[in-house]
């Protein structure tokens, strides 16, 4: 492992929280991708939004509510890095382009919340106005302030977000990625300067378009310039828009190109599609990346075990040593409902748990809420 | 008093026009003349096309008090909840004018309902759960039967007398578009060893055979070589219809077609395989043939509509005779032939069916006979309405309250297969269903959408914005066109595909 990985290693290991606790200071720590399931309400509530329907201000007093929920369900379930589960957002992408200045919207209702706004960059975007910065800070401290747990936050990386704008602006539509690279670094820096304990970079589209990982990885490199601090992470899966995959393939598509990549560690999806893709990580050694096992399918409402975890993270540890390993469901939950998001999380840990037990000789993770299973708990048929 | 048309224009305009000035005419009279209070009385009157449907042609039907309402009837001193209730006389103006209207009318103004007498074989129950649906699912379990009792096919019995399974030129466009998608994963390594294609309520076969026939010529044509690759599901219901099926396709392309007995509202049951798999599926008219329940919205509140199956007593009495039961045994043995089918009900009472074809003419007289009893009871909480399992009644809110009062389809058992058929599609796959699907809830307005009697089996329009909805939920572009290729025809095409 190099210096900079080791030392990224050992940053989300012992992290402290906001109130200096050092949740994670075990192997195999756990964490999410970023989403958190959004109730049925909750969309309800945001649509109304959308529509004009409540006030900004009370939407954000109901996000606010349901972030602690979030928080508390995270760590009951005994996850070591958590996140205010994005409830916030109304999408992967809308919520960041909404506000990088130079981003037109013309129009702003929607009809469900989550759809995609129709955005154009018409003009070349003001990438050197320091003052204009997302608001993503605000939204850290809120989480920090709530969990003494090392927090994760995540930002949906440029190549995806250039894939959702009419570009009208750029000849090279390469320069628009890295026009949105560049913004998102300000961002990234103010974040990790905030105590972000993990910056992780989502790239959900980038599956569909695998002859431009160069491009991706290049804007990648750019957002994480000069950050020092939080690991840094960058998170790519098949696609989790409504829950469906938007490609079918394997990982290969990164490598070798995404060795390239400034980053501490990969956080890939696993469970949905079987673990034949670690080969990669025998097979391409240097860098030694951290790898973020996806354990958890958060396409599927049926439950995983523990057992099953555990069986998961094991097969992991054959090809990796438990150094480089940390473990979170294959992407966001959001479409998960809640019952089942949290009793998919409590499997994780509890798997996750096993094995620092039996195979590391370990005890469990000492910051876990013990979890009881209740009859009213669901049982992966309640779908 | 509030008096709804539902009608489309060319019933209430034009050479084919109905005067509905008569009927209009003794409804005054009969409201002049009764006791009913008309601040809460509603006359609606629908032109049912269907010939066989559920109705007579006057009904009435109870509309229950909004909870509220009888909260503040209570407050207003007013402790007598009945007297809250609404009523809502319905007319079929294409039955209205043979000379009953004015009497019945006057029977149910003055509130002497009891004397409209009924034989209940069923308790008030949504309408997707009423038995209706027994005497539909039995239609294709026996078809056999039912078509040798009657002497002519099931797809004959359709209004127009065929389906449109049989039509080249929509076959070969949508294989051209199948074509178009495989070609462009092939240019980036990405198409899959197998190409699966799922047909779900195959009929008799002949959609399948037109489609196989005209992609093998397509593909030799084109030496693609995407047949070799071909995997072509057949799933229906129906033992019996799918093994007709498997007859009309298996002597011609029998190595490329597997076929599965499975239920069209579950599909993933036994297809749980195909998952993000099949780059198309194709269903026609079987949507409109699926379980539904119906909600209205009255006074801006939401009731869901139930329902009680009936026969007239003048009907009960006449089937009960000819067995020598009373009309009151009618229920049970009605019971018995929807759980046995009529084959074995004429095994275990051959005293009063002595013969198959006995218990056949039983069960078409029943059919015949058999009428639904309305009313309208609060629809509250729409989060604890299932539309479908995993879909809930909250995203009915935003259809109902976009426009006024309207009374609609739920379409549950479309909208349930629908919902766990787009789970196997492919990331580039294509859903194409065929069927009578209403496209803009105003549409409910103007033309009736069921439930009419086909033979033996049961149509309703498909709520189309309905299943848009839990389309784009779950990530979906649903469009709506008319079938290109038969002009005249109400069969839209509806399309799904994954969107951004």
Not at chain 1, 83 to 104: K, M, T
Not at chain 1, 290 to 305: C, M, N, R
Not at chain 2, 94 to 117: K, M, P, W
Not at chain 2, 285 to 291: R, T
Request: hydrophobic share 40%.
């Amino acid at each position: 492992m190099t210096d900079t990985a080791t030392s990224a290693a050992m940053t989300l290991r012992s992290q402290p929280g906001h109130n200096g606790n050092t949740a994670t200071a075990t192997l195999l720590a756990t964490s999410v991708v970023g989403s958190y399931s959004v109730p049925e309400w909750l969309e309800r509530f945001k649509t109304d939004y959308y529509q004009r329907r409540i006030s900004r201000a009370y939407l954000q007093e109901i996000h606010e509510v349901a972030i602690k929920a979030a928080l508390k369900d995270q760590e009951r379930a005994g996850v070591d890095v958590v996140s205010d589960g994005e409830l916030r957002r109304d999408n992967d992408v809308d919520y960041f382009l909404a506000r990088i200045p130079g981003v037109e919207i013309p129009h702003l209702a929607k009809t469900f919340y989550y759809d995609y706004y129709d955005a154009y960059v018409r003009n070349p975007l003001p990438v050197d106005d320091d003052s204009a910065m997302l608001g993503l800070v605000d939204d850290l401290r809120f989480t920090r302030d709530y969990t003494d747990r090392p927090v994760k936050f995540s930002i949906t990386g440029p190549f995806s977000l250039s894939r959702r704008v009419k570009n009208e602006a750029y000849a090279d539509p390469a320069d628009l990625v890295m026009a949105f690279a560049r913004i998102l670094n300000r961002e990234a820096r103010a974040l990790a300067a905030a105590g972000a304990a993990v910056l992780q970079i989502d790239e959900p589209f980038l599956a569909g378009y695998p002859e431009q990982v160069d491009l991706a990885i290049s804007a990648i490199n750019t957002v994480y310039e000069g950050i020092e601090g939080p690991l840094k992470a960058v998170h790519v899966c098949y696609g989790n828009r409504y829950a469906r995959p938007v490609w079918e393939g394997n990982y290969d598509f990164l490598f070798p190109r995404v060795l390239d990549a400034q980053v501490d560690q990969l956080v890939l999806e696993f469970a949905r599609k079987g673990y034949d893709d670690l080969a990669l990580f025998k097979r391409y050694t240097t860098p030694p990346f951290l790898l973020g096992l996806g354990v958890i399918d958060v396409k599927s409402l049926q439950l995983e075990t523990p057992d099953q975890v555990a069986a998961r993270v094991r097969k992991a540890l054959q090809v990796l040593p438990p150094e480089r390993l940390t473990v979170n469901p294959d992407c966001g939950l959001r479409h998960v409902p809640p019952e089942i998001a949290l009793a998919k999380l409590q499997a994780m840990s509890q798997g996750t748990d096993q094995v620092r037990r039996d195979v590391l000789g370990q005890p469990a993770n000492s910051s876990r809420e013990p979890v009881e299973r209740s009859e009213s708990q669901p049982t992966g048929n309640a779908a | 008093m509030y008096i709804e048309l539902r009608t489309p224009d060319e019933r209430m305009r034009g050479p084919k026009a109905v005067d509905a000035a008569p009927v209009l005419t003794e409804v005054l009279r009969a409201a002049r003349d009764g006791s009913v209070d008309l601040s809460r009385l509603r006359v609606v009157c629908d032109w049912i096309q269907y010939r066989q449907n559920f109705r007579d042609p006057i009904g009435l039907r109870l509309v229950e008090p909004w909870p509220l309402e009888a909260v503040r009837a209570s407050r207003n001193g007013d402790g007598e909840l009945a007297a809250r209730s609404a009523w809502e006389i319905a007319i079929d103006l294409r039955r209205a004018t043979d000379g009953s209207l004015d009497e019945l009318l006057h029977t149910l103004l003055r509130g002497e309902t009891d004397t409209i007498a009924r034989v209940p074989l069923e308790p008030w129950v949504p309408g997707s759960r009423s038995i209706i649906w027994g005497f539909n699912a039995l239609y294709w379990k026996a078809l056999s039967l039912w078509e040798q009792a009657t002497g002519r096919g099931y797809e004959q019995a359709l209004p127009g007398g065929k389906s449109d399974s049989r039509n080249v030129a929509a076959a070969q466009e949508l294989i051209q578009q199948l074509f178009d998608v495989w070609d462009r994963l092939a240019a980036r390594r990405a198409l899959p060893d197998e190409l699966h294609v799922l047909e779900l309520g195959v009929g008799n076969g002949n959609q399948a055979r037109v489609w196989l026939d005209e992609f093998q010529r397509m593909d030799q044509e084109s030496g693609r070589e995407y047949y070799r690759r071909l995997h072509y599901l057949m799933g229906d219901y129906s033992p019996h219809v799918l093994e007709l099926a498997r007859a009309n396709v298996t002597s011609a392309h029998g190595d490329r077609v597997s076929s599965l007995v499975l239920d069209a509202l579950r599909p993933t049951e036994t297809l749980g395989f195909l998952r993000y798999k099949a780059f198309l599926v194709y269903i026609s008219n079987v949507y409109d043939n699926l379980p539904t329940d119906e909600i209205a919205r009255i006074g801006g509140h939401l009731y869901q509509v139930q329902v009680r199956a009936v026969l007239p007593l003048a009907v009960a009495s006449e089937i009960a005779a000819r067995l020598g039961v009373g009309a009151g045994d009618l229920p049970d043995l009605v019971s018995r032939l929807l759980r046995l089918g009529p084959a074995l009900l004429a095994e275990v009472s051959p005293d009063r069916f002595p013969t198959v074809a006995d218990a056949v003419v039983f069960w078409r007289s029943l059919w015949e006979g058999l009428r639904l009893d309305e009313r309208y009871v609060p629809l509250e909480a729409l989060d604890t309405y299932d539309v479908a399992p995993g879909v809930s009644g909250e995203l009915l809110r935003p259809i109902a309250l976009s426009s006024g009062d309207v009374r609609m389809h739920v379409s549950n058992g479309a909208a349930a297969s629908f919902t766990d058929t787009l789970p196997l599609l492919h990331p580039l796959g294509i859903l194409q269903c065929h069927d009578l699907i209403v496209t803009d809830i105003g549409q409910y307005a103007t033309n009736f959408r069921g439930p009419g009697k086909y033979d033996g089996s049961v149509v309703n329009w498909v709520n189309g914005p309905l299943l848009a909805a839990i389309g784009s939920r779950r990530g979906f572009d649903v469009t709506f066109e008319a079938f290109a290729h038969r002009t005249g025809a109400n069969v839209l095409t509806m399309s799904a595909r994954a969107r951004d």
